[in-house]
């Protein structure tokens, strides 16, 4: 990868403490241009991160809201321009600075800016730009916070056998922001930019307030689910404004907002394979979990209906998962040794159990002569 370096500033940041509320404050150490870089130690200790930031891959709707890695985008208001957005200013003015001295003083600028956010810790932040020569002329903004490494010694000699380092950085959990996103090798994405961070703390995102970063999927599916519920509601009702309507529209909600939610039982099997159709089109891996009592089961939406099967039986709700072959991970259990009997024998002692429970309960029996009743049922 051809990476020219034209700029780099280097700044440091240093607090009195460890809570946000210490005194804060920075100093530019230096700003290198090409030879400057090329001949530096610090082009050994960030080659290979600036070919790992543009090299990360980034989902565009992480099934996370903490993923380490999001795309960022600028935020404008209806019918106004990109050149509306401060933040998108500030980058725009750092990759035209037409000198040396106008890099450094936007820079500082934009590291004033972080240095008001809530959570500053101290380390070396690094303003950099390059071009990408194999693709674009055009440069690339880099934006990388280090914070120092506690506790960080070197060796030292027989006697003493190690020296405390003051201000020790790491390339291992460094921060990054790149200006503009590269969705694939060729392509650039002005309106937006690719942000980084291994810890799940948002506060090297949080001074950028005019970006607006990419929803999780469970939050776009989730979206989307709602509508298709909401028209099937209006197809369901039409005119109608009863009162059991209203019943419906409030339960709806109410399981909308919910965090964890109970199966609805209002959709026919042909109904839920055509609305999972529509979300399995636009991501084919789609994850799909759930919990049934106290066991999770976790595989794609594409396998409801073909390998993974809901049902009830017996007043108890079934999962039923099909597949060519078991595989047990890690340690070994006598479940490995089971002869599977066909299903149609497990059939008839799907909730057994529970119905021997409540039984023991009804006729007077202590819970736990109930459930070791239920554990006598032969399977």
Known sequence: MDLRMQLLSFFVISTDGEDSVSAKRYKHYQ??????YEDSEIKRFLDDEFK???????????????APTKIGRFMVEPGYELSSNQNYNLFQRLRDADSKERFIGIADELVHIYMDTSAVRGGAFIIARAKLNTYFDEPFLFL???DFEPKIARISDERNLISHVENAISSRNIKSIQYPHMPEEGTLEHWELKIHQASHARYFEDFLRFVDYEKPLPV???EQVLDMVQQYMADKWQDDESVERREEE???ELWAASDKRDIQERWTHEQVVEASAALIEQKPDLPFSFRLGDVLIKGKLSDFGLSVHLAKHNGRYVAVIEGDAFQFDKGVSPVELLQPPDLVQLLPVIGTHKKEELSGQWNGQPEGEAAAAAD????
């Open 31 to 36: 700003t290198l241009e090409e030879q400057d």
């Open 52 to 66: 790992r930031i543009l090299k990360r891959k980034v989902e565009r709707n992480p099934n996370t809201d903490t």
């Open 144 to 146: 990388l916070k280090c």
């Open 220 to 222: 776009v599916m989730g």
């Open 250 to 252: 409030n339960a709806i």
């Open 376 to 379: 006598d049922v032969p399977w």
